[in-house]
């Protein structure tokens, strides 16, 4: 007889039935391995009966897990982070809310600045046009044009203090009676259609009809059916409306000296959402849902396509220098399109909650800002360098709130100031904020 771990070990190593017992009760880092058992004979001792369990586990452990150096490397994760200049020294830029313009009767859904800076326009669904003073929030003038106000636009010559607007279905152009007695006399001659001349169409009704509009000393464009949205030149002759339902006169091009408008563009590639002016160059951009068409004027052709890869463009604005374009979209999603880089987004930044109402760039500061239906304004810096081999630089600077929600809807259209760091909002809420540094 020898040890505990003998084949034939003495009495006193083997344990009885009530020890046995009392090992199932203990923890199992604390129950023995090994319990001694007592044989006759070497030859009477069995094989060991998880052999071929831990041999199968062996294997496993092989070929699941080699054993492989691995060579780690430790990178900060803040390394990563791409480096942005700091907000202070991106100022000024608009943060705080310094004016509201109060005075409308239901939702505020559109505003246009006129050319100084000095007035802003503003119409909505409560049937009323309205002008203000930027400095003070006194309101100059109301018109009660008994319809919804769609969209509105200032003309952007100073020369011309023309005010175009969605009125229902139709456009109207109003003298908005701001300026010196001459350009207000210049201003009247101009609003005024002589005899109409029939404009040849084939068969089809005329797509647009100029008509003197008495009440408000102006002209109604009649719309061949209900036009979305108008957009100056930046010389302030010609413009644009959109006719999302026009089929080949969707797009619709008009210049106000000679009181004529045509359809260039035939075929669309959608249904258009809106139409641009390019800032310097005979260039037109037009956003159907999903793409951004830009054609040469001069040629009537097609130069460039650009693809989104939106839910639904809602919105456009072109950067001064006109070789960048932001989008927004209905999935709350923002692209900026650099289009001498590519024809695809160059930035895509997911900022809102809700659909996108409007972006727009300014004039003269590197910012742009977009506005959403979750009742919020955000207002980027972003830089657009002479060198074409730097990429333009984006940073986010504010989150302006302070509008409330109405009918789920939040901040309906946004501007900046010609020449101010000054950021307009129009509300469901019936305000309009500006909001200054």
């Not at 246009?112 to 400095?135: F, L, N």
């Not at 020369?159 to 007695?181: F, T, Y």
């Not at 036009?227 to 010609?238: F, I, L, N, Q, R």
């Not at 160059?346 to 760039?361: A, C, E, Q, R």
């Amino acid at each position: 007889s020898g040890h505990e771990e003998s084949y034939n070990p003495s009495v006193e190593y083997i344990p009885t039935q009530e020890e046995i017992d009392n090992y199932q009760l203990m923890y199992e880092e604390d129950r023995p391995k090994f319990i001694p058992r007592r044989f006759e004979s070497l030859r009477s001792v069995p094989a060991y009966e998880k052999a071929l369990r831990e041999g199968f586990d062996r294997c496993l452990d092989l070929y699941l897990c080699p054993r492989t150096r691995k060579k780690r490397i430790n990178i900060d994760p803040e390394s990563l982070k791409p480096k942005l200049p700091s907000k202070k020294d991106l100022r000024p830029y608009p943060r705080t809310c310094y004016l509201e313009f109060k005075g409308h009767g239901g939702p505020v859904t559109s505003l246009s600045v006129e050319a100084t800076g000095q007035w802003i326009a503003s119409g909505s669904s409560d049937g009323t046009i309205r002008v203000w003073e930027v400095e003070t929030g006194r309101c100059l003038k109301v018109f009660n044009v008994g319809a919804d106000v769609h969209h509105i636009s200032w003309n952007p010559s100073p020369e011309r203090p023309i005010l175009a607007a969605i009125v229902g279905r139709d456009l109207l152009l109003l003298n908005a009676e701001v300026g010196d007695e001459e350009t207000q006399v210049r201003t009247k001659e101009l609003l005024h259609v002589g005899e109409p001349t029939p404009e040849d169409d084939g068969d089809k009704k005329p797509a647009v009809r100029w008509v003197n509009n008495d009440k408000f000393d102006g002209i109604t464009l009649i719309h061949h059916r209900a036009a979305s949205t108008v957009e100056w030149h930046s010389k302030g002759d010609y413009f644009t409306t959109v006719v999302p339902t026009g089929e080949s006169r969707a797009v619709l091009l008009h210049q106000l000296s000679k009181k004529h408008s045509h359809h260039p563009f035939r075929k669309l590639p959608g249904l258009p959402v809106a139409a641009v002016f390019h800032p310097t160059q005979k260039m037109f951009f037009v956003a159907t849902k999903k793409f951004v068409q830009v054609y040469d004027l001069q040629k009537a052709e097609v130069v460039k396509k650009l693809e989104s890869g939106l839910r639904e463009i809602s919105s456009i604005s072109i950067h001064p220098g006109g070789d960048n374009v932001i989008v927004g979209s209905k999935d709350g999603k923002l692209c900026w399109f650099d289009t001498d880089l590519s024809t695809r987004p160059y930035k895509m930044l997911k900022n809102h909650s809700k659909d996108i109402t409007s972006v727009t760039f300014h004039r003269r500061y590197p910012l742009f800002a977009s506005s959403s239906e979750d009742c919020t304004a955000h207002v980027f810096h972003g830089m657009v360098y002479a060198d074409l081999n730097q990429n333009p630089l984006i940073v986010p600077l504010e989150i302006l709130r302070g509008h409330l929600s109405s009918d789920r809807r939040g901040v309906l259209d946004c501007k900046f100031h010609p020449r101010q760091p000054w950021l307009f909002t129009a509300g469901a809420d019936s305000m309009i904020r500006l909001y200054c540094d």
